[in-house]
């Protein structure tokens, strides 16, 4: 039989003052426009007194919304309530994240309590069979050598609109400084036609000169079945 699992095991994040959490990351998947993601992350007072409990904000997106008790008893245990809601009128689109600190007794945790959410349209009234599908032709762009000092090197990708209405290109993401690709927002493709996307590398960007370069793109479009999609950016700094 199993052990029984420890306290700081099944709250492995020491906040500090006794407040301990399951987790300090929560990924919320997609948010489509006008709903909203409720999750909970569980936390617990392990100290012999009550404490006091309050959030600092570190970075936000003015899109969660944290519900954390003010005072928690000794001993006591409950969750943090985390609520992403966004506007069906709203133009947020793309990856949100949210960084926020908890104090206790009047302490800063050393730990980040951080959350994340993919901001996509509404497609409640999106048909199945009439609804825009994009294809990718690359899901990997290798640029090869690229000199650190004034190296920029350009490749091509093509998106197409295989559906049967048009595609909206919302946003096209990058994860790494060094990699750059401009898109006029909501850019459409009509159904069975396709655009070219131009990806940038600048040398002189890339912080880790000593080792390869792996950035990633992330479209984010109207397609139901995938609304963000992945490239990966590979390139070897000289």
Do not use: W
């Not at 133009?91 to 800063?108: A, S």
């Not at 409640?124 to 032709?137: E, F, G, Q």
């Not at 009509?190 to 600048?202: D, K, N, Q």
């Amino acid at each position: 039989n199993p052990r029984q699992r420890t306290v700081e095991e099944l709250y492995p994040f020491d906040m500090g003052g006794g407040l301990r959490l399951k987790s300090n990351f929560h990924a919320f998947g997609y948010l489509e426009h006008g709903k909203e993601l409720i999750e909970h992350i569980g936390f617990v007072n392990t100290s012999a007194r009550t404490v006091e409990v309050s959030v600092i904000k570190e970075s936000v997106s003015g899109l969660l919304d944290i519900q954390m008790p003010e005072r928690v008893e000794a001993g006591a245990s409950g969750d943090i309530v985390l609520r992403y809601a966004v506007a069906e009128r709203s133009d947020i689109y793309g990856t949100m994240r949210d960084i926020v600190y908890l104090e206790v007794d009047g302490v800063k945790a050393y730990y980040p309590l951080s959350t994340q959410v993919v901001v996509v349209d509404n497609f409640d009234n999106m048909d199945d069979i009439s609804a825009p599908r994009l294809v990718v032709s690359k899901n990997i762009i290798k640029f090869g050598d690229v000199n650190v000092s004034n190296g920029v090197l350009e490749r091509m990708v093509e998106l197409r609109n295989e559906g049967a209405s048009p595609l909206v290109v919302r946003r096209i993401e990058c994860s790494d400084r060094a990699v750059e690709c401009v898109v006029d927002r909501d850019v459409v493709i009509a159904a069975g036609e396709s655009m070219e996307i131009v990806v940038r590398i600048y040398g002189n960007r890339i912080e880790d000169v000593d080792n390869p370069l792996v950035a990633r793109l992330y479209v984010i479009t109207n397609d139901p079945m995938r609304p963000m999609q992945t490239i990966r950016v590979n390139a070897i700094p000289i």
